[in-house]
C-alpha cells in the first residue's frame, strides 16, 4: 500500500500559470520535504515543515510556497512557473528522530 | 555546508558480480550517511544507512563502509541482480531537530543479464 502518495503523477501547466502539487501521507510522520529533481540531477530540498513549523531552504526561489494545513497533507505551489521549473517533485516524509525517509513516486511537471 | 560527489556516472557489471558504488563527502560534522536507491520513474527508496561513528554496516547484500580520514562512503551490493539496476545515491544527514537528507550527484547501475 502506497504510503506517501503524490498527485497528479504529470502535470502539464502554461508559463506563468500558477500550478498546484500535491502530497498525502498515511504514515503520521511529522516531518515532510518537497524535493526538486532535474534529469540526471540528484534531488534538491526546497523545503520542509517539522509539523507545523515551515523550514525554507536559503537558495529556494520565492516562486516556490508551500502549505501544510494538517499532518497528512502537504502541498507545493509555483506561483508562475517558468520552462526551468520542468522537473520531477518529489515528496518525503519521516519521523523526526529517524533516519529513514519515506518519497513518493513524484509528480513530473512539464511547463508550455 | 554539505557536498557530497560520486565518483563514476554510470557502473555497469554482469548479472551475479560484486558492484561497488563510491561517494566522497565535505561535512565531518555529519551524523548520518545514507545511500538510497532509485528506480526509473520512482521515488527514491532507503537502503541502508551507517552512523558517523562506525565503519562498516551490513544489510541483506548490502555492505556500506565508511571512511571518515579520507571522507569516503561505499556501497557493496554482493551478486548483483538485474533488480538492482538503478540510480543510487549517497546522502548525508544534518541534523537540529530532523534528520534531514541532503543527496549526492548520483550513480547509474546497469546490470546485464
Known amino acids: 500500500d502506497a504510503m506517501v502518495i503524490q498527485n497528479p503523477r504529470y502535470q502539464v501547466t502554461q508559463f506563468g500559470k500558477p500550478v498546484t502539487l500535491s502530497c498525502s501521507q498515511t504514515?503520521?510522520?511529522?516531518?515532510m520535504y518537497w524535493y526538486q529533481q532535474k534529469s540526471s540531477q540528484a534531488p534538491k530540498l526546497l523545503f520542509h515543515y517539522y509539523d507545523k513549523d515551515f523550514n525554507n531552504e536559503a537558495d529556494t526561489p520565492d516562486n516556490f510556497q508551500s502549505r501544510r494545513p494538517n499532518t497528512s497533507f502537504c502541498f507545493l505551489d509555483i506561483r508562475s512557473p517558468g520552462l526551468g521549473d520542468a522537473a520531477m517533485y518529489l515528496c518525503?516524509?519521516?519521523?523526526?528522530?529517524?533516519?529513514?525517509?519515506?518519497f513518493g513516486q513524484g509528480t513530473r511537471l512539464t511547463v508550455v | 555546508g554539505e557536498s557530497v560527489g560520486l565518483h563514476l556516472p554510470t557502473l555497469s557489471v554482469q548479472e551475479g558480480d560484486n558492484s561497488i558504488i563510491n561517494c566522497a563527502y565535505s561535512?565531518?560534522?555529519?551524523?548520518?550517511f545514507i545511500w538510497y536507491k532509485q528506480e526509473s520513474g520512482k521515488g527514491p527508496q532507503f537502503i541502508i544507512d551507517i552512523r558517523s561513528n562506525m565503519d562498516k554496516r551490513q544489510g541483506q547484500r548490502v555492505t556500506v563502509l565508511l571512511n571518515k580520514t579520507v571522507k569516503h562512503l561505499s556501497l557493496q551490493i554482493a551478486a548483483t541482480q538485474p533488480g538492482d539496476s538503478a540510480v543510487y545515491f549517497c546522502a548525508v544527514l544534518r541534523s537540529g531537530g530532523s534528520y534531514i537528507p541532503t543527496f549526492g550527484r548520483g550513480t547509474s547501475l546497469i546490470v546485464h543479464p
Open positions: 518525503a516524509t519521516s519521523r523526526g528522530d529517524n533516519t529513514e525517509a519515506f
Open positions: 561535512n565531518s560534522a555529519s551524523d548520518y
Open positions: 504514515l503520521n510522520h511529522n516531518v
